[in-house]
């Protein structure tokens, strides 16, 4: 019987969301942040969020080679963002997983995890977003999702004491599951996202009233990202405000030296919370020598294979294979960093290609700040909401998941759609 409904269940899935794919865009970008909730079959395992991605991409290529075979007339047209960098990367993946110990393995880790992450949340949102009330419903469903978040994370201060011992913004469990993961730095990740995706919304709104809103939103949304006292939280936060406020204050003709009273003001003002951060440091010093081992153990699987790694999925049998982390931590975990992962896995051709894509990303969006900036000031947090999440992956796990990709793809579409704009604003102005 629960086989038969959860059949049933897929056909309507599949079917809902050819006619309507970009509600099933906004499903996915609100339970993006749910990874704790994972599904099985046959040995394979999907999170929530991949698993209606996977309908939904699913349900987009069905529609489009039916569109195709009976020629009906509203044909979708495909585009491929970021294909050329991500080709590269792929292409040297796949030549190093040839190479590597375990071959179907590596091959079916680059497939689920980086090709799936292409199609998946690069380009099938590109190919869903039409326009900008799209774009705007999307980042509204991950707006709600990260409030979620925020939510669970201020529910873990019940039963906390937080008199004598050190509390924080924690996960919380569910029935025994933890939906946003374990870990209180995957509750600071995407809120470092969601913060200034509230700002888009700000932006975009007329009303007074839901413009203070908004601001509250924001500033309780930063409150609970600095009590989840994750150090990777802090530095990507901290960044990312630097950034705002400068580009900010100096639309705003503030002479230099009000911004840097500005910043002092504000690192004042947090100095109570950096002390406690620090004790915190102290006391919690297994965690830095744990990610110093972990790229210690990256830095000598680069030696012994230089250029082209040890395969996709490799790292985490390398971290098995080192008796002093087992000895030391048990378990084995995955990489906490990109880089070092990269580095590993695919060599030293591997992590030029991975660094390519990240310079063409940043070459575009920082081409489009200087055009378009000005006359919509909504895009520099959009960036930054984009930038917070690939930052963050210089300190976490995340660096192959939706979460972190969705954000640079609705950067990518809302470049494509002012591009439009301004092309057809241009030709009607000549006529």
Known sequence: MLTILLVILTIFLLTFF???????LYLVAFCLPIIGLDFYFKGLNFPLVDLLALLLLTAFVTR?????????????????????????????????SLFSSQISYSIYYLARWPLFLYFAYIFLPYNIIKDTKILKKTII???????????????????????????RLKSISLF?????GENQNLIAEY????????????????????????????????LGLILTFSKSGWITLSLQLVIYLWYYLRSKNYKPIKIIFTFLGILILMSPLIFKMEQLQNKNTSSTENRWLLTEIAIQAFYDKPYLGYGDGQFINLVDNNIRFKAKYGAPLDSHGMFQKVLAENGVFGLAAWIFILVYL???????LKIYQKCNPWLLPLYLSA????FFQI???????????????????????????????SEQSGK
Do not use: H
């Open 18 to 24: 050819s006619f309507w794919p970009e509600i099933g």
């Open 64 to 96: 489009y080679f039916f569109q195709l075979i009976f020629e009906t007339k509203d044909k979708i047209t495909l585009k491929w963002p970021l294909a050329f960098p991500f080709l590269i990367f792929l292409g040297i993946s796949f030549i190093s």
């Open 141 to 167: 469903a991950m707006v709600l999702g990260s409030f979620l978040v925020l939510i669970s994370g201020f529910m873990s201060l019940y039963g906390q004491d937080w008199r004598d011992s050190f509390f």
């Open 176 to 180: 025994g599951v933890y939906l946003f």
């Open 191 to 222: 809120l470092n996202v969601g913060i200034f995706l509230v700002l888009v919304l700000k932006f975009f709104q007329k009303k007074i009233r839901v413009k203070r809103f908004l601001d509250l939103v924001f500033i309780i949304m930063a």
């Open 362 to 368: 940043f070459k575009v969006f920082y081409n489009s």
């Open 387 to 390: 930038g917070g999440a690939l």
């Open 395 to 425: 300190f976490n796990t995340s660096y192959y998941k939706g979460k972190v990709w969705l954000p640079i793809t609705l950067c990518l579409v809302a470049i494509s759609l002012l591009e439009k704009y301004y092309a057809k604003k």
